[in-house]
Structures are given as structure tokens and as C-alpha cells.
T-cell receptor, first 114, second 114 residues
């Protein structure tokens, strides 16, 4: 069975400072890992995905994540937070090729302090 | 904005009633997945439809059922509504299962059961 654990339910950072959202995964196979963002009253948007190519994955809006198999982690980072980054972020795992069932974490709410 | 549209955006139903939610997939996508997102939680996979056939199901009772039409649009039906069915229901469309491509989400239908 696959699962993800988002280690922080809420993260607050000041505008212009680095962002770190932590995610650990559990998977029986080589997983595909994703980060999605959900802004209020908007649909889920894919930030980036890892599918067994490069372990450092670059996404949209300056976000990136590093896949570390030894630590079963897939943390999301951004060098400098912007006010528009305030949203809910979900770490997601998929291992069932054939239907791409996505298993979501419980989410991390990112607050940006002006 | 993705090309995935859901209707209605909001609705209120009474316990015991039945409800139908609708989803139009992005052009060229033949796979639709449905997710339930309870308040403060991550989305949970309900089921997926590929070329009008169910292609995988999550841990939801049979009163949750679906359809996919020849134009690849989809419906989610829930019978005998319970208070715990109150949630945001998300539809995602993608290319064929196993294609390892991005799933595009609609903005969701917020269902309230009273």
C-alpha cells in the first residue's frame, strides 16, 4: 500500500525567505511523486512530478523538490517566498500503473507574512 | 484554467436523497477520475473511468457509482446520502491510463448534506 505523510499541517514564512514543505512517502514499488497546490476556490494545480528520472525536480513558479530514496522523502522548496504562494499544498504518490490512482497527503497550509 | 468543468458548483441535499454530479473532461482526454475532499483533508480517490468502463475503485461503498459517456464526460452518483458525504468532489481528466501524464482537475462541486 502507498501513503504519504506531510509533516507540517501549517507553515508560516516571511515574504522573501525560503520555503520548506516536508513530505515522507511509503510505497511498495518505485513510486511517482507529485506536489499539487490548491488556492482558495480554485482547482488543484500540478507544481511538479518525479517519475524516476532526475532526483532533483524543478517545477513551476520557482518550486523544486528532491527525491531521496534512502530517506523516503520528497520535500518541496522555494528559495524566496512570494505573497501569491499562500495556498494549500499536497504531496501525492502514485504507484498503480494502469489507473494512476493518486494518494494525497493531508496537506500543508502555507501562510506568507508580509 | 484547465479544460475540466464541473457542475453544479454548489448544492445542498437532504440526508437520504440522491445526487448526480457532472464533469466534462479536457479535450483529447479519455480518462476521468473522481475524488472526495472532506474539509481539512486531502482528496481521496473514489474511482476512475476509462473508455466508459470503471478502471479502479477506492474504498467507497457501492452507493457511490459512476458513468462515462462516449464523449468522455462523466457523472458521479451518490445514493442514500449521509451527513458525512458533505465534501468537495473533484473530477480529474487525463490521457489513457499508463500514459504517465498529468491529471487536470476541475474546480469541484461542494456538496452539503443536511
Amino acid at each position: 500500500a502507498q501513503s504519504v505523510t506531510q509533516l507540517d499541517s501549517h507553515v508560516s514564512v516571511s515574504e522573501g525567505t525560503p520555503v520548506l514543505l516536508r513530505c515522507n512517502y511509503s510505497s511498495s514499488y518505485s513510486p511517482s511523486l507529485f506536489w499539487y497546490v490548491q488556492h482558495p476556490n480554485k482547482g488543484l494545480q500540478l507544481l511538479l512530478k518525479y517519475t524516476s528520472a532526475a532526483t532533483l525536480v524543478k517545477g513551476i513558479n520557482g518550486f523544486e523538490a528532491e527525491f531521496k530514496k534512502s530517506e523516503t522523502s520528497f520535500h518541496l522548496t522555494k528559495p524566496s517566498a512570494h505573497m501569491s504562494d499562500a495556498a494549500e499544498y499536497f504531496c501525492v504518490v502514485s504507484e498503480e500503473f494502469g489507473n494512476e490512482k493518486l494518494t494525497f497527503g493531508t496537506g500543508t497550509r502555507l501562510t506568507i507574512i508580509p | 484554467e484547465t479544460g475540466v468543468t464541473q457542475s453544479p458548483t454548489h448544492l445542498i441535499k437532504t440526508r437520504g436523497q440522491q445526487v448526480t454530479l457532472r464533469c466534462s473532461s479536457q479535450s483529447g482526454h479519455n480518462t476521468v477520475s473522481w475524488y472526495q475532499q472532506a474539509l481539512g483533508q486531502g482528496p481521496q480517490f473514489i474511482f476512475q473511468y476509462y473508455r466508459e468502463e470503471e478502471n479502479g475503485r477506492g474504498n467507497f461503498p457501492p452507493r457511490f457509482s459512476g458513468l462515462q459517456f462516449p464523449n468522455y464526460s462523466s457523472e458521479l452518483n451518490v445514493n442514500a446520502l449521509e451527513l458525512d458525504d458533505s465534501a468537495l468532489y473533484l473530477c480529474a481528466s487525463s490521457l489513457s491510463p499508463g500514459s504517465n501524464t498529468e491529471a487536470f482537475f476541475g474546480q469541484g462541486t461542494r456538496l452539503t448534506v443536511v
